[in-house]
């Protein structure tokens, strides 16, 4: 419909079908993919450890090291 309002030089049609679209568009992510991605959230954190409290930089970097499992490097913060 788009495509045919274009050849025509239909403004009217062309404008009342793009704002038709965004509207379908913006209605399924609000009535689908955000229902998906709560529901993917909540599986995933109740598979996943809990991340270690982070209060610094030098605590987000031993944090690091500790969840790969590798040995603290000497000159830690």
Known sequence: MISA???????????ASTIALAAVVVTTNRLLWRRL????E???S??????????SPCSEARGYWELQGL???????
């Open 5 to 15: 309002a274009t050849d025509a030089k239909n403004f009217n049609l062309l404008l």
């Open 37 to 40: 991605y709560r529901l993917a």
């Open 42 to 44: 909540v599986a995933s």
């Open 46 to 55: 109740s598979k996943a450890k809990s991340a270690p409290v982070l209060d």
């Open 71 to 77: 040995p603290l490097p000497i000159a830690t913060c």
